[in-house]
C-alpha cells in the first residue's frame, strides 16, 4: 500500500476499458504519469517508465472518474475534505452551490456554522474566498461550483420577498459577474424555496445573462416537482429562451401519485425545444424519495418575510394559524399525504423521538391531526425540520434515466455517520445505478450509463479535461467490478457504503485502492475558463 500510496506513475493492466463516449469496452492497459493518463489499449511497454507501478486488474473495468453536477457538497467538503461517501461510491468531481445557494454565498457563515469553520482555522467571506478555503483543507475529489440566484438575491433584497428595483437588477447583474470571473461553472436557482419562491422570470433572467455570456449553465430546481409540473418546465424555457443560457433541469422527478406518468411528457418538451436549438436538459437520482425540508409544505405568502417571521405565523394561536393548517394540508395531500413525510432530523432535542417517523406517526403519538402536528414540529425546530419524501414513481424514474440528454446525480451531501442518519443517495447513487439499473434490471447498457455519469455531465460543464479516457486528459479514473457493484445504503440503514469499487484515481493518485481508502487527497477546486 505505501508504494502505491508513493508512486506517480501506474500501469493498470488487463482492464475492461470504457472510455465515457458511450463506445463498447476494449480489453487493455491504463498508463497514468504525473496526473495524465498518458497511454491507454495497447500500451507499448517502451513507454512505461521504468519506476511505474504495474498492477494486474483482470476482470476488472475502467471508466472515467464520476462528475457528480448536482451535489450539495460544498459545506460537508471543508469539514470532511477526505470525502469517503464521495470516493467509496466512485465520485471524482462534484459540483456543488445547487438549490440556489452555496457555501460561498454570505448566507452560509451563519453563527451556527461559523464555530466548525473556524476551530479548523478555515474562514472565508465570499466565494473566491471560499474557494481557496476549499484548496486550503486538500479534499481527496474535484469541486467545481455555481453561485446561487438565492444568495445574490438576499445579498441585494435581504430577506424581503419584493420585487428588486431596477437598481437592484443591476446590482445582481454585477454581482453574476463577479461570480463567474471567480471561476464559477454557472448559476443555480432552488424556486421552490426561500428566497427563490420570491423570483420572476425577469429576475432569473438579469442573473442568467452573465452566466451566458461565459458559456456557463443555469441548473435550476424547478418551483414545483408535481401538480404543476409542467408549468414550471415552461418557466424553466422561458429563462433559458430569453437570457439565451444553457440550462439543466435539477432531480428531475413527478412528485405525488396524481402526477406519476408526467415525466415523459416534460422530456417530450425538452426534446421539442432541443429541435428549436435550446440547449435544455436534466438529471435525475436513482430513487424514489426525495430529500428536502419541512418547510416546503408551507403556502408561499407564509414563507414571504423569512423563515423567523414564518414561525411567528405558525404559532398556537395565531391568527393565520387555521388558514395555514388548511392550506398546508390542502398541498400536502396533492402530494401524496403526511405518510409520505419521514422526519429525517430535528433541531430542538426534545422532538428527537420522531426522527425516522412519518409525519402520519408522529400525529398518532400525540393525538394530533397530521397538519397541526406538522406546524407544531416547525415550530419547535425554528423550522429547521429535514425530511425524507417518499413520493415518486420507477416508471417515471425509468423513462428519465433513459433519455439521452440525462445525467445522473447524487443530490446528496458529504457527511459522516456520526453526524446521523442522512439519504442514501449521499453514499450509494452510482454504483446504484450500475447494479440496480444496468445489471439487475437492463434499463441501459453499461457503456450508456458510464456516459450519463462522465462524458455527459462533463460537457454540460464545459470541463473539458475530465469525463473521457484518452491520452492528455487528467487521470481521474475508477476501476469496478461490474459483476458485484451495488449500493448498499438504505432508508433505514443508509451508512453502509457500496460493494465493487475496486479503485479510485483523481488527478493521478490512488484515493481509493483495493476497497479502502489510502488517506491520499489530491482532488483540486475546479474553476471555470
Ligand atoms: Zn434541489
Redo the contacts with the bound molecule.
Sequence with gaps: MEQIKAANCFLLENLTIYDGTGAPPVSGDILICDGKIVALGRVDSSAVPAGAVKYDCSGLCASPGFIDV?S?SDGGIILHPEAECLIRQGITTSVGG???GSAGGTSFWTEKNRSKYLALGVRWEDFPGFLSAVEQVQPAVNLAMLFGHGDVRVQVLGNSGRKPTPEEKQKMFDIACEHMQAGAFGVSS?L??VPGRFADVDELVTVSKPVAEADGIHSM?MRNEGPALFEAVQEALEVTEKSGVRFEI??LKAVGEDNWGKLPKVLEMLDEANARGIDISADVYPYLA?S?ELAIVLPDWVLENGKAAAVELLVEGSPVRERIVAESHARTEKQGGWDKIVVISVENPEDKWMEGLNVQEIALNSGKPPQEEALDILVSSKMRVSIIRHSMSEDDLIAAMKHPRVCFVT?GHVAVEAEGNIHPRSIGTYPRVLGRYVREKNVLTLEEAIRKMTSLPASKMQIRDRGVLKPGMAADVVIFDSDTIIDNSTFQKPWQFPSGIFGVFVNGRPVLWEGDPTGLRSGKVLRKR
Aim: proline fraction near 0%; glycine fraction near 14%.
Design positions: 448536482h450539495h445547487n438549490c440556489g432552488g421552490e424555496y430546481h435539477s432531480h426525495s428536502t443530490d
